[in-house]
């Protein structure tokens, strides 16, 4: 029945264009004319009269109108004023030049590190540089940790891997993409956050709660969009360089060139390597896993700004390599046998993408775009005696077009997109192979009455052959009922496969992963025997900015849910095996957030969050909140800076606290006692910090420490001693099992 209101009211949706009465316009600026900027703050009078208009922070205006008024003078400071020939009240759209020898003006402001905006309609914000450059940021799966939206933890004891959560979810549940095509989904889902390098990120868009239906149906929780460095604008020359004293070792150089007037390139080299071994809970088994991994992108831009066209061309290699498990554990050795148990985890992944834009020159509200990218990951494993091995191959296509209905108040999205995935797997001795392809259509209208009121409304139809043809609707509304206030609503639908294995990896690192002790309860669905994942989430959130003793501020508060109309449990609550079934009952995902940013004094700020989480799902075994999920957590980051000198330097000082509350523990109550655990665990706290001097603006050097307090789960790894045994366990872990960790690095460009 929700499908079907949503459904309606998208249809519905043109209706609230409102009659005008006046003459309504958009003032533009002529040199960012492909990114449709409006002007704030331009003036706009009848000739001859006093009646004027001043254009809002979007560039638009609204004026009384007359037929007896012909011509209309757009000025602004620094710019032409120009004379508009009116004869009736079709709304304008106007770009404004610069006077002449102005272009060399340049306006410098210091922007916030995390951006979040009144106008958007939908819950999103970004994250820029800056804000990246707090932590070490060595891997996308670490450019969070001064962000309180996204929650990071372990996945298991052994390989180190961070996995994100937003509004309680697992990263499957997200929708992560690089420059807006999907990236990291399938074979890539459990280790795919670390193979993209943290300097190689430019920004990331972080979307709560039902995301666009431009970008596919898969999305539940959110939607996170990682926008890469390009030639145009990365330096000529970078360098970064980062040492850790857990053995970690990170290299990476960007070098960029022009290759002609509107073709430039880059090329973009990582590298990291972790060669000593490190036991500090003295269990036997490597704190950190050895590893080792080379990491090449290249990129081709092409702009052609004056005739509308930008293109990027991009391609990848990765190998990644990883060992561990037992101190001296030796793969030539030991590899398949019962005398020390180890692990080894080898990655290679190639992808190539393609992005072709075009902006009509003389309707820059009208685009085209196409979209294109194909990936190969191929990763063979062995945990212990488990063999775990995933080829998935994979093609992307996405066609765009962008107008407007009558004026840019009223703007849309439309176009087709084509999926295309070859899984092939090998659990242990048993082989599961499939195919999925789909083809969908997609419309997206969004209105603005520029002033209190936008909405954006979504739909789009998919034919799967393996989950079939349905409707996807996604909707967001935004209100403002007062001066720096905003109240935003979302609500959507997802559709999913769960690809079990690839998402539930460190399974094979414990005796639930031996064979005999995995089950899929077949129900003679399409995937696995199982049936797709649906969902629908819906939210309310509330920002609101504010001056506080001549400091600026925001408030937000976040309330989202997430309801399985399908899921695929994965029951964790049986020590010795693991089981995978359809929801019966309900799965329901509450994630309530509190969130105050506000400047103390000039350059300290302070980022502070409440986070509180009610997770349950029906299991075989009744009603359980989800195990592994903190409750609550409270976050706090400060970040100072100094002024600036004439030579560019400074110091950067951030700080990051969290406390992380209880979290449920699996059922071990058949283990032996020595190997059973409390139901919960304790909560605890990490603080981070990191010093940044900035030398120049071609030169700075960081340290800082990660964990200070030094805070380990205790005893990590069930049944260490007996790895082969039937209570061997490296998967219930809630802490940090490495302890503290001190880095410290440098950054080099010429620009």
Aim: net charge neutral; proline share 3%; hydrophobic share 35%.
């Amino acid at each position: 029945m929700k499908k079907y209101i949503i459904s309606s009211f998208l249809l519905l949706a043109p209706m609230l264009i409102l009659a005008q009465t006046s003459l309504k316009g958009m003032i533009m600026d002529a040199q960012n004319s492909k990114d449709n900027l409006g002007v704030s703050g331009a003036t706009v009078n009848w000739l001859g009269t006093s009646i004027g208009a001043i254009t809002n922070n979007k560039g638009w205006f609204t004026i009384p109108y007359d037929p007896q008024y012909k011509k209309l003078i757009v000025s602004y400071i620094g710019y032409k004023t120009d004379t508009i020939i009116i004869s009736n009240t079709t709304p304008i759209h106007h770009f404004i030049t610069l006077e002449k020898g102005l272009n060399e003006i340049t306006i410098r402001s210091k922007r916030n590190a995390v951006q979040k905006s009144l106008f958007a309609t939908a819950n999103t914000f970004t994250v820029n540089n800056d804000e990246l450059l707090k932590a070490a940021c060595c891997n996308l799966a670490e450019s969070f940790e001064t962000n309180p939206s996204i929650d990071v933890s372990f996945s298991d004891a052994l390989t180190g891997t961070r996995q994100i959560q937003m509004l309680g979810l697992k990263s499957p549940y997200l929708q992560i993409m690089q420059e807006n095509i999907p990236s990291i989904r399938g074979a890539a889902q459990a280790f795919g956050l670390t193979f993209t390098p943290g300097t190689w990120v430019e920004s990331i868009q972080i979307t709560k709660g039902a995301g666009s239906v431009v970008n596919g149906f898969e999305s539940i929780s959110g939607q996170i969009n990682a926008e890469l460095v390009k030639p145009f604008s990365d330096a000529a020359f970078f360098l970064n360089a980062y040492s850790s004293l857990n053995g970690r070792l990170e290299l990476n150089t960007h070098l960029n060139k022009r290759v002609s007037e509107k073709w430039q390139t880059g090329l973009y080299i990582h590298g990291n390597y972790r060669g000593e071994k490190f036991d500090k809970n003295k269990d036997g088994f490597l704190d950190a896993p050895l590893a080792n991994q080379i990491n090449v992108m290249n990129r081709w831009q092409y702009t052609d700004a004056q005739n509308g066209w930008v293109s990027f061309i991009t391609a990848r290699f990765l190998n990644d390599e990883k060992q561990t498990g037992e101190l001296n554990f030796n793969p030539e050795t030991d590899k398949g046998t019962t005398n020390l148990w180890g692990s080894e985890i080898d990655t290679k992944r190639f992808e190539t993408s393609a992005k072709l834009g075009y902006v009509f020159p003389d309707l820059p509200y009208q685009s085209l775009g196409l979209q294109l990218a194909y990936s190969k990951h191929q990763q063979d494993s062995y945990f212990g005696l488990n063999t775990y091995d995933i080829e998935h191959e994979s093609l992307y296509s996405n066609f765009l077009f962008n107008s407007i209905i009558s004026d840019t108040r009223n703007k849309f999205k439309t176009g087709v997109s084509y999926t295309y995935d070859r899984y092939n797997e090998l659990v242990n001795e048993t082989i599961y192979q499939r195919k999925e392809n789909s083809l969908g259509a997609f419309f997206e209208y969004a209105f603005d009455n520029l002033d209190d009121f936008s909405l954006t409304a979504g739909l789009r139809i998919d034919t799967h052959n393996l989950l079939g043809t349905f409707i996807t609707p996604r909707l967001h509304l935004r209100y403002a009922p007062w001066e720096k206030g905003v109240l935003r609503a979302s609500a959507g639908r997802g559709k999913r496969s769960a690809n079990i294995f690839a998402e539930n990896q460190q399974l094979f690192a414990s005796s639930r992963g031996n064979k005999g002790n995995i089950n899929i309860d077949n129900t003679n669905g399409n995937i696995y025997g199982l049936n797709p994942e649906i969902a629908w989430n819906f939210g309310v959130s509330y920002l609101q900015k504010f001056n506080l003793f001549d400091k600026k501020g925001d408030v937000t508060f976040d309330f989202y849910r997430t309801d399985f109309s399908n899921q695929v449990v994965v029951d964790w609550e049986n020590p010795q095996e693991i089981s995978f079934y359809n929801l019966d009952g309900k799965s329901i995902a509450d994630s309530f957030q509190i969130e105050v940013n506000y400047e103390l004094i000039e350059n300290l700020s302070l980022r502070t969050a409440f986070k509180y989480f009610d997770i349950s799902t029906n299991y075989k075994d009744g009603k359980l909140q989800k195990p592994l999920q903190p409750n609550k957590r409270f976050f706090a980051n400060i970040s100072y800076e100094t002024k600036l000198n004439d030579n560019k330097a400074q110091w950067k000082i951030d700080v990051t606290f969290n406390n992380i509350g209880r979290q449920r523990l699996p059922n071990t109550a058949s283990n032996p006692a020595r190997y059973r655990l409390a139901t919960h665990s304790e909560s605890y706290s990490l603080l981070n910090s990191q010093i940044t001097k900035v030398f120049s603006n071609r030169f700075e050097v960081y340290f800082g420490g990660e964990n200070i307090t030094n805070f380990q789960q205790k005893n990590p790894i069930l049944a260490s001693e007996t790895p082969f045994g039937p209570n061997f366990d490296t998967t219930i872990v809630y802490a940090p099992i490495f302890g503290r960790a001190i880095y410290a690095g440098l950054r080099f460009k010429i620009k």
